[in-house]
């Protein structure tokens, strides 16, 4: 059964930084994979989507890479601004027609 | 396109009255996807549509809750005889092909009282 895993749970930067956000997970026989934002009660914003023949993304600030074989990927955001943030969510593909998500990453950009 | 929509957005009901929902996908999507998501916790794959076939359900779905796509338009969510458990966010999303990942919509939030 697939599982993903994002940590940290919550974390808290000064505007201007750059970050990560981590994603894990325990299939590496992937579809694809998923980056997306929520904002407080709020629906899901997807940000980028990685095939599995890919290694990385990219959307304007955010770069997302993927290595599948050791069953990880990466959010980077580049010059974070306060309207950052928000609960950023991985969710998996392994082609069976259902996500896998994670719990997410809360994350605050303080002004 | 406007995308995903779903309505009502916010639905308050006491605990065992029936609550439905809607979903309207982007039009050229055949596929179509509920999902529950609780305080805290990432979206929990309920059912999944292609045109109006109803493929498959998880073990989350329990009798009470059913889901229709007549015509393979839009879909709706039923829950019948609701329970303080079923108050939750609940997700529709939409794929044309799993090549192109998945839209959400902004979610109906149900709370039970």
């Known amino acids: 059964k697939q599982e993903v895993t994002q940590i940290p749970a919550a974390l808290s930067v000064p505007e201007g930084e750059n970050l990560v956000l981590n994603c894990s997970f325990t299939?590496?026989?992937?579809?694809?994979l998923q980056w997306f934002r929520q904002d407080p009660g709020k629906g899901l914003t997807s940000l980028l989507l990685?095939?599995?023949?890919?290694r990385e993304q990219t959307s304007g600030r955010l770069n997302a890479s993927l290595d599948k074989s050791s069953g990880r990927s990466t959010l980077y955001i580049a010059a974070s601004q306060p309207g950052d943030s928000a609960t950023y969510l991985c969710?998996?593909?392994?082609?069976?027609?259902?996500?896998?998500f994670g719990t997410g990453t809360r994350l605050t950009i303080i002004p | 396109d406007t995308g995903v929509s779903q309505d009502p957005r916010h639905k308050i009901t006491k605990r065992g009255q029936n609550v439905t929902f809607r979903c309207d996908p982007i039009?050229?999507?055949?596929?179509l996807y509920w999902y529950r998501q609780t305080l805290g916790q990432g979206p929990e794959f309920l059912t999944y549509?292609?045109?109006?076939?109803?493929?498959?359900k998880s073990r989350l779905l329990s009798d009470r809750f059913s889901a229709e796509r007549p015509k393979g338009s839009f879909s709706t969510l039923e829950i019948q005889r609701t329970e303080q458990g079923d108050s939750a966010m609940y997700l529709c999303?939409?794929?044309?092909?799993?090549?192109?990942?998945?839209?959400f919509g902004s979610g109906t939030r149900l709370t039970v009282v």
């Open positions: 549509f292609q045109n109006e076939a109803q493929l498959e």
């Open positions: 039009s050229e999507h055949n596929r």
């Open positions: 990685i095939q599995s023949s890919q």
């Open positions: 299939d590496s026989a992937i579809y694809n």
């Open positions: 969710a998996v593909s392994t082609g069976n027609e259902k996500l896998t």
């Open positions: 999303a939409s794929s044309g092909s799993l090549n192109y990942g998945y839209t």
